[in-house]
T-cell receptor
Framework: EAGVVQSPRYKIIEKKQPVAFWCNPI?????LYWYLQNLGQGPELLIR????????DSQLPKDRFSAERLKGVDSTLKIQPAELGDSAVYLC?????????????FGEGSRLTVL | QKEVEQNSGPLSVPEGAIASLNCTYS??????FFWYRQYSGKSPELIMF????GDKEDGRFTAQLNKASQYVSLLIRDSQPSDSATYLC???????????FGKGTRLHILP
């Protein structure tokens, strides 16, 4: 069974440019998460989807970040415009239930460098 | 006070010894607790979860939970160099079903 797939793995952009990350969760997993991880820190939740509904986006900086999960499967996270402080690894994860008891399966992450 | 606290380390342990990793959490409503391992440059992977007070053993790993003290720990017996990684403690509560990660403890097993 394929795991969580993310792309691109690496992205280098100049500040003020837009960037988008894509995530394909494990088949059948209805819950999808986007986390941000800075060096030496734990993952921080940006947004959580139950199917196509964003049930927790309280930590998503909505002035520059947006996300969507059309049809409740793939998801895209966008940053526009990017700032130097956005340099981090963006992790996508999925789980087969609401996450209370379930394991999170993480993708390999998308490492963003903003110059 | 941060919601999930861990000592960032590095924690250096001789090969074959027991590594002890600790985590405290602030929300008394927390119901489930997880330990994830993250190798450098890789994504986190679940190694243990625990819901009830006491110990839970899985191979060389033992998770310990004390809800009264709001404390969870992970013991690794017979530590191997391949155990060198960052160990992330994660906590979930029923109220908002949010999984909060600590910043992780770097473990280094000395050959």
């Amino acid at each position: 069974e394929a795991g969580v797939v993310q792309s691109p793995r690496y992205k280098i952009i100049e500040k003020k440019q837009p960037v988008a990350f894509w995530c394909n969760p494990i088949s059948g997993h209805n819950t999808l998460y986007w986390y941000l991880q800075n060096l030496g820190q734990g993952p921080e939740l940006l947004i959580r989807y139950e199917n196509e509904e964003a049930v927790d986006d309280s930590q998503l900086p909505k002035d520059r970040f947006s996300a969507e999960r059309l049809k409740g499967v793939d998801s895209t996270l966008k940053i526009q415009p990017a700032e130097l402080g956005d340099s981090a690894v963006y992790l996508c994860a999925s789980s087969s239930d609401r996450g209370f008891t379930g394991e999170l399966f993480f993708g390999e992450g998308s490492r963003l460098t903003v110059l | 006070q941060k919601e999930v606290e861990q000592n960032s380390g590095p924690l250096s342990v001789p090969e074959g010894a027991i590594a002890s990793l600790n985590c405290t959490y602030s929300d008394r409503g927390s119901q489930s607790f997880f330990w994830y391992r993250q190798y450098s440059g890789k994504s986190p992977e679940l190694i243990m979860f625990i819901y009830s007070n006491g110990d839970k053993e899985d191979g060389r790993f033992t998770a310990q939970l004390n809800k009264a003290s709001q404390y969870v720990s992970l013991l690794i017996r017979d530590s191997q160099p391949s155990d060198s990684a960052t160990y992330l403690c994660a906590v979930n509560n029923m109220r908002d079903d949010k999984i909060i990660f600590g910043k992780g403890t770097r473990l280094h097993i000395l050959p």
